[in-house]
């Protein structure tokens, strides 16, 4: 009797996990070296955990692995969204040494950091293709959006059918045009912000709760 009463407890709990709410989204952060990606993923972290990502630099691939903060609960209009933000290393074709030259870096540790970075970009890569559910593509609103890379991210994104939310960044800068990233990617909604200064965070949060709640 003991033993069909434990039997029929495990069942239950392995029932109670199965029908259970879904594990937390993973939502990754996506786009250019220096479009503001680590600085947007510690803003959502620190506003809802209290806790950053990573560290934030001027320097390009400062980000050179793919971080991960999970159980972020984002609350809108009385409904928690939760979601696991995964910072990756920012994509591009060719990750050149003397780009870190500039900083006033010794040439091997520039050899080290492009090496890491190049690494880092494979990384992010197979993140987008096995491991997230959904994207948010950020960019320099600043920049010019008509980029190889951008143009192969979004149909990377838009082939893996994945939810994305394309945000123009840096709004706080005077060069910022919001409507030149909206004019390169017109089939998706852009949002703008600048996640250095906090400006239009709460229509973000909108947006990602309607995007992955």
């Known amino acids: 009797m003991g033993l069909f009463t434990e039997l029929k407890d495990s ?9 259970s709410e879904e594990d937390p989204k993973r939502i990754g952060i996506y786009g250019p070296p220096n479009a503001g990606k680590t600085t947007l993923a510690n803003r959502i972290a620190r506003d809802w955990t209290g806790d950053a990502v990573g560290p934030e ?14 159980n972020v609960e984002i609350e809108r209009d009385g409904k928690t969204v939760t979601i696991d933000i995964v910072d990756t290393p920012g994509v591009t074709t060719k990750v050149d ?6 900083h006033d ?19 992010a890569m197979h993140w ?38 394309i945000l123009a960044n840096k709004i706080d800068l005077e060069e910022s045009s919001v409507q030149r990233i909206r004019n390169a990617f017109p089939q998706h909604e852009t949002t703008e912000l600048s996640a250095l200064e906090g400006d239009n965070m709460d229509e973000v949060y909108d947006q990602i709760a309607e995007y992955f709640g």
Request: charged share 35%; aromatic share 6%; hydrophobic share 35%.
């Open 11 to 19: 069942i239950s709990r392995a029932a109670s996990t199965l029908f």
């Open 57 to 70: 630099s001027h320097v390009p691939h400062e980000t050179r692995r793919a971080r991960r903060k999970e």
């Open 97 to 102: 040494y003397t780009e870190f030259l500039e």
């Open 105 to 123: 870096m010794e040439k091997d540790d520039a050899v080290r950091r492009s090496r890491e970075a190049t690494e880092g970009v494979a990384e």
């Open 128 to 165: 987008l293709r096995e491991d997230v559910d959904g994207v948010i593509y950020v960019l320099d609103s600043t920049e010019d959006p008509f980029t190889q890379v951008n143009t192969m991210l979004i149909g990377i994104i838009e082939s893996q059918d994945l939810p994305v939310l």
